[in-house]
């Protein structure tokens, strides 16, 4: 099982979560009542809707995290899952992101900001390795 599979299958048990189709039509995603919250698209990469307000708030922190790539101007953050405690701070990022998106429903005329992933997000050499 991989770290991601690992972290969906924790994420899915959450009562504000539901698994559903991703809007870029790759892998797995999980959304709240009123937003997508998180794309799966690999075994170790996550894209997290953390919304542009909470990236601009946290992006100090986030910038300073090996296991996050921020892309300019995109609302999502994307994770490198390797190991338990990157799976730790998606569980907390996660939490930023429902916060983030409660109480502002998602309209049907505006589709979701595309996530990172046809961005073609490439984490450090570092980082790289299979999940």
Do not use: K, Y
């Not at 991989?2 to 979560?17: E, G, K, N, V, Y």
């Not at 959304?31 to 799966?40: G, L, P, V």
Request: with cysteine; charged share 15%; glycine share 6%.
């Amino acid at each position: 099982m991989t770290t991601a599979s690992r972290a969906l299958a924790q994420l899915a048990a959450w009562p504000d979560l539901t698994e559903a189709r991703p809007s870029c039509g790759t892998g797995r995603a999980l959304r709240s009542a009123t937003a997508e919250i998180a794309h799966f698209h690999s075994g170790r990469l996550v894209d997290l809707h953390l919304s542009t307000r909470m990236i601009q708030h946290f992006e100090n922190h986030l910038s300073h995290s090996s296991a996050i790539r921020l892309v300019p101007g995109s609302h999502w953050a994307t994770l490198s899952l390797e190991c338990d405690s990157d799976i730790d701070l998606l569980m907390t990022l996660v939490s930023v992101a429902l916060q983030a998106h409660q109480g502002r429903p998602d309209h049907d005329a505006a589709p979701p900001p595309p996530c990172n992933g046809h961005f073609g997000v490439v984490l450090a050499p570092e980082r790289a390795g299979d999940g």
